[in-house]
């Protein structure tokens, strides 16, 4: 506007006739008439780039969604094989859109949806890739010898009252940095690896950073890429006396052939205990000591919700009930109990710091007896003698 200013006070009808030699009255009429026209067209064109230049971005919302799509493309350097498969991509990443646009424009939710690595899948897609088998259950023949018969219940009488209000294991330095598992689907091994990362520093005051891709390749009683079990996981970590560190046995994200014999193995554990099921006071006193795994469970209409979680306390239903299976496997790295609203669990994912609140989820303690997503019936963390 500035410039706008400058100009209606700086330029007149005469300034723009005053190159020509005037030689009668009419021609001067004539002249300062088209001299008017041209100094709105000036002025005009000033005030509209002035305002353009400034006025700011428009909010990604506001974007176009091809222009929306482009930028998504550009931020997770996504490309396709083709246009067919580019345009595919960008009717459901519109679906998606749609779809997150329409969840935070309604009142009174506790959490928010947003754009992430997943935003151009179908629900179907992603359940296919990530919601993999986690349960801790014993296939046919698939038990180690050397395990019990029946995991070891951990047992503690406390009441809620005596527990803290509130842990968070990150402000002890005990949670590495999020991991993104990428397309394979070894939840399993990445909880497993976390908890144990936890339990090494709490111990010994060393975070390690430990390698996925040694249990991916070498635990023979889980599925790979396929899914597994974290109770699998921690068995072979008994077994080995611990893990190779992430730099020696890097994860590629494919299973490959096993190396464990040509590496070095730390924190090593003695075995691992079971929370009793459906006992919210138990997971609350098991991860007041450590990080613990847990699984959770979904259903097709919790998914895109689950998909597309960008912030705030993940509220799964009125009874808390997300599906029927053991889907997924995550770590409890604290919660609260004193926030004003909604009391959480902390729970780190593996699906890159672009999920979700740098890889994390709060998730409300409220929900049925199994609790929310019925992660109180697979909750197990690894132990040291």
């Given at each position: 506007m500035h410039a706008c200013r400058f100009i209606i006070s700086h330029l007149t009808p005469i300034d723009l006739v005053c190159l020509?030699?005037?030689?009668?009255?009419?021609?001067?009429?004539?002249?300062?008439?088209l001299a008017s026209s041209l100094l709105i067209l000036l002025v005009t064109w000033a005030c509209t780039a002035t305002a353009?230049?400034?006025?700011?971005?428009?909010?990604?919302?506001e974007l176009p969604v091809a222009e929306h799509f482009e930028r998504w493309m550009i931020r997770h350097e996504r490309s396709y094989k083709d246009d067919l498969e580019k345009a595919k991509r960008f009717e459901i990443f519109k679906k998606n859109k749609e779809?997150?646009?329409s969840f935070n424009r309604a009142e009174n939710r506790s959490y928010r949806l947003g754009f992430n690595a997943f935003s151009d899948m179908t629900d179907e897609e992603f359940t296919a890739k990530y919601f993999k088998n986690c349960s801790r259950g014993p296939g046919p023949q698939r038990?180690?010898?050397h395990a019990p018969p029946e995991p070891p219940l951990f047992q503690e009488n406390v009441s809620l009252e005596q527990l803290p209000p509130s842990v968070d294991w990150r402000e002890q330095g005990a949670v590495t940095?999020?991991?993104?598992?990428?397309g394979c689907g070894c939840c399993w091994a990445f909880a497993a690896v976390a908890a144990m990362e936890g339990l090494n520093k709490i111990r010994s005051e060393i975070l390690l950073d430990l390698s996925e891709q040694q249990l991916l390749d070498c635990d023979t009683d889980s599925f790979g890429c396929a899914g597994g079990s974290v109770m699998y996981a921690f068995e072979y970590a008994v077994e080995k006396g611990g893990l190779a560190m992430e730099i020696d046995y890097p994860y590629v994200g494919v299973q490959q052939t096993c190396r464990d014999a040509d590496v070095d193995t730390f924190a090593g554990i003695s075995g691992y205990r079971v929370v009793p099921w459906n006992s919210e006071t138990a997971l609350r006193s098991a991860v007041a000591k450590q990080p613990v795994t847990i699984v959770v469970s979904y259903s097709a209409g919790f998914v895109p919700s689950f998909k597309n979680y960008d912030g705030g306390v993940f509220v799964p239903g009125p009874s808390g009930d997300c599906g029927t299976g053991v889907d997924h496997a995550m770590v409890v790295v604290g919660y609260d109990t004193v926030v004003p609203f909604v009391p959480f669990w902390i729970v780190k994912n593996s699906w890159g710091s672009n999920w979700g609140e740098d890889g994390?989820?709060?998730i409300a303690r409220e929900g049925g007896l199994s609790g929310p997503c019925s992660m109180y019936q697979e909750a197990i963390f690894p132990v040291t003698s």
């Open positions: 020509k030699p005037l030689t009668a009255r009419s021609d001067l009429m004539e002249y300062m008439i353009t230049a400034t006025a700011p971005a428009p909010a990604v919302e779809y997150v646009e038990r180690r010898r940095d999020v991991k993104d598992q990428g994390y989820i709060r």
